[in-house]
T-cell receptor, first 113, second 112 residues
Framework: DTEVTQTPKHLVMGMTNKKSLKCEQHMGHRAMYWYKQKAKKPPELMFV???????INESVPSRFSPECPNSSLLNLHLHALQPEDSALYLC????????????FGSGTQLSVL | GQNIDQPTEMTATEGAIVQINCTYQTSGFNGLFWYQQHAGEAPTFLSY????GLEEKGRFSSFLSRSKGYSYLLLKELQMKDSASYLC?????????????FGTGTRLKVLA
């Protein structure tokens, strides 16, 4: 199994809603990532978990809250988002360590109304 | 911090060869990755160079010169399905930690 599975594929939410994005991998990877990608731009790193501990938070607003319940799962909890948060949210995983290739999920296309 | 620069857009004809360049600051990166991303889809891994020189994988080849902070992706016998964005990325130090840094991305359009 070389897949990273993300759900949902599409999400529309209002600014007062609370929703969660989910990501799962069964490749034994111990590093998991959340990226945000706007149209025609490269992915921007948001969070990195290494061995289930948050190792990097790229000064992301607190309305985005990551969670890594175990080595296979990664969640991103969303609350009180703004329209400018509309983007493609990508989960990725890799073996922990330097220069390991990333395996990306197919992403969640989020629209905030 | 590190910057990785790529041309924004390129256009080429089906069957042709195209070279997508990537330049970066020379400090810190061990090697360089190339990813392909079709519109609305996730990036997928294409190649990784850790040694200087050319790595060939079928129609795609990637070159690295660490001393010059330069890499390129060479696509031969272009097909319509190669129309996509191509991202180069390095894993290196920035703001006191090691992380992936993506280039600006090159959108390639292949014309019939």
């Amino acid at each position: 199994d070389t897949e990273v599975t993300q759900t949902p594929k599409h999400l529309v939410m209002g600014m007062t809603n609370k929703k969660s994005l989910k990501c799962e991998q069964h490749m034994g990877h111990r590093a998991m990532y959340w990226y945000k990608q706007k149209a025609k731009k490269p992915p921007e790193l948001m969070f990195v978990y290494s061995y289930e501990k948050l190792s990097i938070n790229e000064s992301v607003p607190s309305r985005f809250s990551p969670e890594c319940p175990n080595s296979s799962l990664l969640n991103l909890h969303l609350h009180a988002l703004q329209p400018e948060d509309s983007a493609l949210y990508l989960c990725a995983s890799s073996h922990a360590g330097r220069d390991e290739k990333l395996f990306f999920g197919s992403g969640t296309q989020l629209s905030v109304l | 911090g590190q910057n990785i620069d790529q041309p924004t857009e390129m256009t080429a004809t089906e069957g042709a060869i195209v070279q997508i360049n990537c330049t970066y600051q020379t400090s810190g990166f061990n090697g360089l990755f190339w990813y392909q991303q079709h519109a609305g889809e996730a990036p997928t891994f294409l190649s990784y160079n850790v040694l200087d020189g050319l790595e060939e994988k079928g129609r795609f080849s990637s070159f690295l010169s660490r001393s010059k902070g330069y890499s390129y992706l060479l696509l031969k016998e272009l097909q319509m399905k190669d129309s996509a964005s191509y991202l180069c990325a390095g894993f290196g130090p920035t703001s006191g930690t090691y992380k992936y840094i993506f280039g600006t991305g090159t959108r390639l359009k292949v014309l019939a």
